[in-house]
């Protein structure tokens, strides 16, 4: 049996039809998932000077301000999110049976279900001001400041939300490679005004103009890509349909839902921690969380192309006696190639967090070290969970989600008090110990469930799945320990070229022990090959760059 991305669906099939249809998911979800590292890799590379920056200049009040504002809009934004998703499922199958009259449908009433919502939701922040002042515990010197930065963010948040009609579209026919290159461009665009407008004194203010550009850039270039890309797209009031809506309703308040619960657990510990212990503690949270959850999100590439992938099988192969186990492949070698990227990430930054955060930040704050640690082992077992959610979703059933976002919450409301039993004090250490206990116990019992759905064996997967995550880890121990033992004993130039050193000899140990000892001869392969034609790829490109 081949593997590798190119074998994520089923091979070695005799039917011509089932070879074509493999081969279209093999290509579709092969370009995607590579421009969606590639992307997420950029974005980690930008987003790493940014906190030390902003740090230096407006402080850790301020900063933490900054975090707890983009706390509150993930909240908002988490009642709208999950009726775009819905669009993407049926954009994906209707677009198989050539039925854009109803795509143009549910995108037109997504829009108009959407925007109203995101007005009343803006209305509503703006009369609960006074109570979201208080709730974070913002110090009066910054309170004017907090105002203003929450009606800005949360007023260009909404209206994103309410035009990512274009960038849904273009998921929706699976052009998720075009809408990870706007998100890109647009990210960098952020960085760039963050360092000209932070840096010529604008404050914490210039972060939200920064973040307004970037909203605009994204926005601009959705729409015209979408209108290139898509060329039956049209986007009408009267493409309003009531069967649509109840479609919009249904499945998308069950994504809904699920989504309210999953940002709620992801960030559950900064919501807990204001009130507790004070602003500052979400700052530090962010610092904590920083590094893991942006290697989480290069990770999660994978489950993006996912549910648009499995709602094309799932819609092709009805009826089919071969729908089951393509879908199934397509999990179990998702999860596969998405935990070892996952993995490696983590490895390193669980091993050598303080060191990592005495570079980069230039200080490790009271508790930052071990709750980066912990945070990047609940990143790597949290997306396990991915392929699982991401495919269900796909096939149609989103409710699957609830066996692993409700026992998290559960969980939770039982271990956050527990910690502060154990310790005699709130602290940002105890909560957050919880919130990962919690999410590696939930995480567990949802694999269960979904392995059983999916009709995966507890051998296969772990002999595919979990086994091969941990060898980053084993690795990333060995070479922690020099940079524990010195890097915080020198400079902090002096401790960056000895981490730079340490990521370089980590990240090529993991690729070659990955090569000989993980991957079989047919990945190998098959990943050699990805190499050697991107190389070729981009020795033309230089030749053509040469001659013009």
């Known amino acids: 049996m081949s593997t590798g991305v190119e074998a994520l669906v089923l091979d070695e099939e005799s039917q011509a039809g089932r070879d074509s249809l493999a081969a279209r998911a093999r290509e579709s979800i092969g370009r995607n998932v590579g421009f969606e590292i590639a992307a997420k890799v950029g974005y980690f590379i930008s987003r790493v000077f940014i906190p030390p920056f902003v740090l230096s200049r407006i402080g850790l009040s301020a900063y933490s301000l900054w975090s707890a504002v983009f706390l509150l809009i993930t909240y908002i934004g988490m009642t709208t999110c999950g009726f775009w998703l819905v669009s993407v499922k049926y954009v994906a199958e209707y677009v198989v049976h050539d039925e854009t009259r109803k795509a143009n449908e549910i995108l037109s009433t997504g829009l108009l279900t959407i925007a109203p919502m995101c007005a009343v939701l803006f209305g509503l922040i703006f009369l609960a001001m006074p109570r979201v002042i208080l709730w974070l ?7 004017h400041d907090a105002r203003q930065l929450i009606l800005i963010v949360t007023g260009v948040f909404l209206c994103d939300l309410s035009l990512s009609v274009f960038s849904q579209a273009l998921s929706g026919v699976q052009r998720i490679a075009e809408v990870q290159v706007i998100w890109l461009i647009s990210c960098l665009a952020e960085v760039g005004m963050i360092f000209l407008l932070v840096g010529t004194g604008h404050g914490v203010m210039g972060l939200a103009e920064a973040y307004a550009i970037r909203t605009a850039v994204s926005i601009v270039l959705a729409a015209i890509l979408a209108y290139r890309l898509i060329p039956w797209l049209r986007l009408s009031v009267r493409s309003f349909s009531r069967q649509a809506f109840r479609s919009v309703v249904h499945f998308g308040g069950v994504v809904q839902l699920n989504m309210m619960l999953g940002v709620g657990l992801n960030t559950i510990e900064r919501i807990i921690a204001a009130p507790l212990i004070g602003l500052n503690a979400i700052g530090l949270f962010d610092i904590s969380d920083k590094l893991p ?47 070892l990227v996952a993995a490696t990430l983590a490895g390193l930054f669980a091993t050598a967090s303080g060191p990592l955060l005495y570079v980069w930040i230039g200080r490790v704050y009271p508790g930052t070290a071990f709750l980066m640690a912990i945070f990047a082992v609940q990143q790597n077992v ?29 969980t939770v409301l039982a271990a956050v008090p527990l910690s502060r039993l154990v310790l005699g004090n709130w602290s940002i250490i105890g909560i957050g110990s919880a919130v990962v206990v919690a999410t590696i116990i939930s995480a567990g019992g949802f694999l269960v469930r979904a392995n059983r759905t999916l009709h995966i064996s507890w051998r296969d997967y772990w002999s595919w799945v979990l086994a091969p995550g941990l060898v980053p880890y084993v690795i990333g121990i060995l070479f922690a320990v020099p940079a524990w033992k010195y890097v915080e004993q020198t400079t902090r130039w002096h401790g960056a070229m000895i981490m730079l050193v340490i990521a370089a000899l980590y990240s090529l140990t993991v690729l070659l022990v990955t090569d000989r000892f993980v991957l079989d001869g047919d990945e190998r392969s098959f ?5 050697r034609r991107e190389w070729s790829r981009l020795g033309r490109f230089g030749t053509r760059a040469e001659v013009l």
Not at 137 to 143: D, E, G, I
Not at 527 to 531: N, Y
Request: charged share 15%; net charge neutral.
């Open 137 to 143: 515990q913002v110090p009066t010197a910054l309170q």
């Open 293 to 339: 959850g942006i290697a989480g999100a290069i990770s999660e590439s994978f489950a993006a192309s996912f549910m648009p992938a499995a709602s094309g099988l799932h819609s092709e192969l009805a009826g089919s006696p071969h729908q089951a186990e393509m879908i199934g492949k397509l999990y179990l070698k998702g999860s596969r190639y998405m935990n």
């Open 382 to 410: 949290h997306l396990l969970t991915g392929p699982g959610t991401s495919i269900l979703r796909g096939i149609g059933r989103p409710q699957e989600e609830f066996f692993y976002s409700i026992p998290n919450l559960l």
């Open 527 to 531: 990943f050699r090959d990805v190499v």
